[in-house]
């Protein structure tokens, strides 16, 4: 039996984006695409070394399907609440909870 913590149902899409650390304003970012997202959060596959706790900066255009949100290029600011290997490429499944998002 597994644990479900989900708070808003799953868009299975890939959707391009930047990755930045929130913390570090000189970072450079990193393009990725998401796995699947929500209302609250999204997953994606990264070679970012990432932690648990760690604050991000996602860059991505909302999906039309995900109706309370504006469908409009957005910056999100996220918390990773879990990171997991995906193979043996040194990738990494990270799910990250929007903590907020402004429009730009």
Do not use: Q
Request: a positive charge; proline letters at 5%; glycine letters at 6%.
């Amino acid at each position: 039996m597994t644990n479900e913590r989900r708070l808003a149902a799953r868009l299975i899409k890939r959707v391009p984006m930047e990755i930045t650390l929130a913390m570090n304003s000189s970072a450079e970012s990193l393009r990725a695409e998401t796995m699947n997202i929500s209302k609250s959060g999204a997953y994606f596959a990264t070679s970012l070394k990432l932690r648990e706790g760690a604050k991000l900066e996602l860059r991505l255009k909302v999906p039309e399907e995900i109706k309370s949100l504006p469908p409009l290029e957005c910056k999100f600011i996220g918390r990773v609440t879990h990171v997991e290997p995906l193979g043996k490429n040194g990738m990494s499944g990270v799910g990250v909870h929007f903590l907020y998002y402004s429009v730009d």
